[in-house]
């Protein structure tokens, strides 16, 4: 498809299990952001990608959070041990550079029980 | 707490009528940009402002930014139920990072 993707759509988990969400940025845009967005509360920025340059990971709430992106395209968001307030909708955009217009992906939304 | 604060949090009308949002900060933006959301979507970008009293117009919506760009509006004219929506508005600032208000619920009732 010509949009962003991301999966899975839906994620339950346990309590201090690890997940991956992963998000398919649309081809040839260079710059990635992650959010997590919570019932009631705007989007909170986790970390974004450019290129090659070093993320800004300055939006991660703790070092159970890590995100990667491979080749330049598709990025991983990892989450460890998870948390009960972890539950949220992960949000995935990517833009041609930092700075344009953010097309963002449907969301994974992650439920720890 | 929210650097832009939306308001109302929650809006019910009747099709037809109108409605307005708003979207405040204390901070100034270089910009401003208006999204709409679906349930188990992503947010999809209705507009950009960029100027200090800037007024753009999409059909029935009409976007405002405030003279300080700190604060901004949307009204939607004669409302439909297509409208129903979470409605955002992101600032941005002189690097790529947006911050986001909490959101404005919009209910358009048949």
């Known amino acids: 498809g010509a949009g962003v993707s991301q999966s899975p759509s839906n994620k339950v988990t346990e309590k201090g299990k690890d997940v991956e969400l992963r998000c398919d940025p649309i081809?040839?845009?260079?710059?990635l952001y992650w959010y997590r967005q919570s019932l009631g509360q705007g989007l909170e920025f986790l970390i974004y990608f450019q290129g090659n340059s070093a993320p800004d990971k300055s939006g991660l709430p703790s070092d159970r959070f890590s995100a990667e992106r491979t080749g330049g395209s598709v990025s991983t968001l990892t989450i460890q041990r998870t948390q009960q307030e972890d539950s949220a909708v992960y949000l995935c955009?990517?833009?041609?550079?930092?700075?344009?217009?953010?097309?963002f992906g449907p969301g994974t939304r992650l439920t720890v029980l | 707490t929210q650097l832009l604060e939306q308001s109302p949090q929650f809006l019910s009308i009747q099709e037809g009528e109108n409605l307005t949002v708003y979207c405040n900060s204390s901070?100034?933006?270089?910009?401003l940009q208006w999204y709409r959301q679906e349930p188990g979507e992503g947010p999809v970008l209705l507009v950009t402002v960029v100027t200090g009293g800037e007024v753009k117009k999409l059909k029935r919506l009409t976007f405002q930014f405030g003279d300080a760009r700190k604060d901004s509006s949307l009204h939607i004219t004669a409302a439909q139920t297509g409208d129903t929506g979470l409605y955002l508005c992101a600032g941005a600032g002189e690097d790529y990072k947006l911050s986001f208000g909490a959101g404005t619920t919009v209910t358009v009732r048949a």
């Open positions: 901070s100034v933006f270089s910009s």
């Open positions: 955009a990517s833009s041609l550079v930092g700075g344009y217009t953010q097309y």
């Open positions: 081809s040839g845009h260079t710059a």
